[in-house]
């Protein structure tokens, strides 16, 4: 891939991931929109696999799929959510139809006070329907900065050679 495939693919991704999906995901979460879970079949494949709190599993249907995203929604609902604010992110492109994107979450309620943190990786697809989250890993987190959640291996093996 040339330097303008790879900027115009990143451009895609991060438009469709950040521009789309995100304010869809939030408005959802937050009731503040007419649709339902339904909706996560335009972004989230099936099947889909997962990894976080220590485990992994795959969704590998729509049903589980929407199960998932209910696990993700009832806390956040639970709790008073309205936003998410992103502290952290950045795009990965493989190639012209794979691509990760790195993310930090911050679930906030209205007055800013924040639900849960976390840092993500999802791992997306394009297809012939588009772009789709293949994989989603996360880890809870405090930290503001990715870098500082999943380090670079030099910097671990720095670290491990004192």
């Not at 937050?30 to 997962?50: M, N, Q």
């Not at 987190?141 to 999943?150: F, Q």
Request: hydrophobic residues 40%; aromatic residues 12%.
């Amino acid at each position: 891939m040339s330097n303008d495939q790879i900027a115009a693919t990143r451009a895609e991704v991060t438009e469709w991931f950040f521009e789309d999906y995100l304010p869809r995901w939030v408005a959802v979460a937050a009731g503040t929109s007419d649709e339902g879970p339904e909706f996560i079949h335009d972004y989230w494949g099936t099947p889909l696999h997962v990894t976080g709190l220590e485990q992994s599993f795959w969704c590998l249907d729509d049903a589980s799929v929407r199960g998932f995203l209910d696990l993700n929604y009832a806390p956040l609902r639970e709790s008073g959510y309205s936003h998410t604010v992103v502290p952290d992110r950045r795009v990965l492109v493989y190639n012209s139809v794979g691509a990760a994107i790195e993310v930090i979450w911050s679930r906030r309620r209205a007055d800013e006070t924040e639900i849960q943190r976390w840092a993500v990786q999802f791992s997306v697809a394009k297809s012939e329907r588009g772009w789709r989250v293949v994989g989603i890993h996360s880890a809870a987190t405090d930290k503001n900065r990715l870098a500082e959640v999943w380090p670079a291996e030099s910097a671990l093996e720095e670290a491990s050679h004192g």
